[in-house]
T-cell receptor, first 112, second 113 residues
Framework: DTGVSQNPRHKITKRGQNVTFRCDPISEHNRLYWYRQTLGQGPEFLTY????????KSRLLSDRFSAERPKGSFSTLEIQRTEQGDSAMYLC??????????FGSGTRLTVV | SQKIEQNSEALNIQEGKTATLTCNYT??????LQWYRQDPGRGPVFLLL?????KEKRKERLKVTFDTTLKQSLFHITASQPADSATYLCASFRMDSSYKLIFGSGTRLLVRP
């Protein structure tokens, strides 16, 4: 297993377009998280899955954001009608428990 | 609200010296704190976890302390090397959640050869 994989690594999109990111966690990890990070800041929690169930969603996630984890394996994060304020690094992490997350390398989104 | 604060100013030290980074928390009492390393353009990498009943934890050249009276954790890198240059993040869970990890903004460390 090569760790948490995220695709694409970079995405440039025009304002108003929809984008989707994919995260493949470590196979035996049942917990999966999405975070967002802007320059000079620490990652901010977006949402959490335990297996296929989305157990929490941050208030940071507007109705334009949706995340899924079908069958408790990979996860997707979709942003509809992107805005310039959505430009950030989107990080996915997975874990077996709450002690020590394994993060992917992230998807850097630029909305122009 | 629960906050984790780290010094936003970069720490610039000479190779071989000990780097000490600070993490302060306010308005709550975390059961444990975690430290991560982040390189530019990469995701954070987990380094160490320390529980509130542990005063100190070590791993190779890394040492973490947890002072519940001062509401502070210190992260030390002894015999620092240029390869240690990175941003170091402190994190803990919110009191109302066992999975919503909150991060400080990180401190950038630069080790000069």
């Amino acid at each position: 297993d090569t760790g948490v994989s995220q695709n694409p690594r970079h995405k440039i999109t025009k304002r108003g377009q929809n984008v989707t990111f994919r995260c493949d966690p470590i196979s035996e990890h049942n917990r999966l998280y999405w975070y967002r990070q802007t320059l000079g800041q620490g990652p901010e929690f977006l949402t959490y899955f335990q297996n296929e169930a989305q157990l929490e969603k941050s208030r940071l996630l507007s109705d334009r954001f949706s995340a899924e984890r079908p069958k408790g394996s990979f996860s997707t994060l979709e942003i509809q009608r992107t805005e310039q304020g959505d430009s950030a690094m989107y990080l996915c992490a997975s874990s077996l428990d709450q002690f020590g997350y394994t993060f992917g390398s992230g998807t850097r989104l630029t909305v122009v | 609200s629960q906050k984790i604060e780290q010094n936003s100013e970069a720490l610039n030290i000479q190779e071989g010296k000990t780097a000490t980074l600070t993490c302060n928390y306010t308005n709550y009492s975390p059961a444990y704190l975690q430290w991560y390393r982040q390189d530019p353009g990469r995701g954070p990498v987990f380094l160490l976890l320390i529980r509130e009943n542990e005063k100190e934890k070590r791993k190779e050249r890394l040492k973490v302390t947890f002072d519940t009276t001062l509401k502070q954790s210190l992260f030390h890198i002894t015999a620092s090397q240029p390869a240690d240059s990175a941003t170091y993040l402190c994190a803990s869970f919110r009191m109302d959640s066992s999975y919503k990890l909150i991060f400080g903004s990180g401190t950038r460390l630069l080790v000069r050869p």
